[in-house]
């Protein structure tokens, strides 16, 4: 190792790999900073590079097998959490201890289809979930406090008997089982619960209410409780942040963009058996994402083709939110002419890209390995490595719509699922 290669590290998030002479993969790791995290490993004294004497006896045997350092940047910790479960079930490294089974990071689920929905915490993803994260920490704290704020029934077990638990008696559940809630109310509550994990900031909120109070009440403890809670979903907030000069600049460059992309709508449709048909549209500018400027859309359209271009016409014909640098879809050459066709006919000028997903399951796929999406332009067609950065960021603003629009198709299920009948 070159002490002036150590001090070139980037600064960005990402997943770095230390092997041995042998090339074999001894440990995995994801960073924040991967400059940082790296560092922290050894101490360089002039032009040597020795281990750091902070470090344990295990880690230091590890420092001195490291031959070589490799590295691959990801546009946000999420990713690199993804990226790192990835490595670690790939390679196996001998210094890695927590992912070496078949665990993943957990997801908070919860089965719309079910009589009284319930919400989980699962590692795999089943498909008849709606599923929110993964979370490398502080799923356990997100679930616990949306169970806190609505009395939704704690868990599939609790359904089992015909008497109400003793979370019914702490008020922590409406007791379905002894019909103390009607389906059409339950199902109300569904649909908050449903709001504040699509919406952490309005949970965030609950909690510093509930934190407040106690404290004003002088039961600093339990307010305290809640202050950690609200820390570790707030760094939930935190780590799904992405740098926004960086990747705008970085697509402007490969998608050859006259202006640089800094605003990007998002666009996806969802439908199952064509009913229920929806489309959504997200926007992410400058490194956020501007909650106020998405769009639900009930589409008349059977036909998914037929279905984005009844969504992108709609979004033209409305001025509000102000116009994007960028359209992403989601979708192939036929879509991205579509939209170009759409574009042209309102005068906007404003260029679209498809991402054709591969046929596989997105997120799923992800846990376990390379996703080989392939991305559109007018002109031509890019196949990037699965690690490429770009790819990943626009990987990313597709999941978000693709999550949107599942949201809102939910939505419908769910209302025809709890409608009163007569």
């Not at 102000?322 to 404003?350: C, H, N, T, Y």
């Not at 599942?406 to 009948?421: D, E, G, N, R």
Request: aromatic share 8%; with cysteine; proline share 5%.
């Amino acid at each position: 190792m070159d002490a002036l290669e150590l001090k070139q590290l980037p600064t960005q998030s990402g997943v770095y790999l230390y092997l041995d002479s042998q090339a074999q993969v001894l440990y995995v790791g994801k960073a924040k900073n991967l400059k940082k995290r790296i560092l922290s490993y050894f101490k360089i004294v002039g032009d040597q590079v020795l281990p750091n004497p902070k470090m344990g006896a295990r880690i230091a045997q590890m420092i001195g097998q490291i031959h070589t350092i490799q590295y691959h940047i990801t546009i946000s910790e999420e990713e690199a959490l993804l990226l790192e479960n990835a490595s670690i079930k790939k390679y196996q490294p001998k210094y890695n201890i927590l992912l070496k089974d078949d665990k993943t990071y957990p997801y908070v689920c919860i089965n719309l289809h079910a009589p009284y929905p319930t919400l989980v915490l699962k590692r795999k993803i089943p498909p008849e979930m709606l599923c929110f994260g993964p979370f490398s920490s502080g799923a356990k704290e997100l679930l616990e406090s949306v169970l806190e704020f609505l009395p939704l029934v704690q868990s599939p077990v609790c359904l089992r008997g015909k008497r109400a638990c003793m979370f019914y008696e702490m008020k922590r559940c409406c007791a379905p089982c002894e019909g103390k809630i009607s389906p059409q109310e339950y199902g109300g509550l569904v649909k908050q619960a449903l709001k504040l994990l699509e919406d952490k900031s309005q949970l965030l909120r609950l909690i510093q209410q509930r934190m407040q109070t106690l404290a004003l009440q002088e039961r600093f403890e339990q307010a305290i409780l809640y202050r950690e809670r609200y820390q570790k979903i707030q760094a939930l907030l935190e780590r799904s942040q992405m740098p926004a000069e960086q990747n705008a600049l970085a697509l402007q460059s490969l998608l050859g963009l006259a202006k640089v992309p800094y605003r990007i709508e998002i666009f996806d449709v969802s439908h199952h058996a064509k009913s229920h048909c929806v489309g959504g549209m997200v926007v992410f500018d400058r490194g956020e994402w501007i909650k106020s400027a998405y769009r639900r859309y009930t589409l008349k359209a059977q036909e998914e083709y037929t279905q984005m271009q009844e969504m992108l016409e709609r979004r033209v014909k409305n001025n509000k939110p102000k116009m994007p640098d960028l359209w992403l879809i989601d979708g192939g050459k036929a879509q991205v002419q579509l939209a170009k066709r759409v574009l042209s006919q309102a005068g906007w000028e404003v260029v679209a890209v498809g991402i054709a997903k591969a046929k596989i399951k997105g997120k799923t796929q992800r846990s376990q390995g390379d996703v080989p999406d392939t991305l559109y332009t007018y002109q031509k067609t890019l196949h990037l490595d699965s690690k490429d950065a770009n790819l990943q960021f626009l990987q990313r603003l597709r999941d978000e719509a693709h999550r949107h629009a599942l949201f809102y198709h939910h939505q419908k299920q769910l209302k025809v699922a709890f409608k009163p009948t007569s």
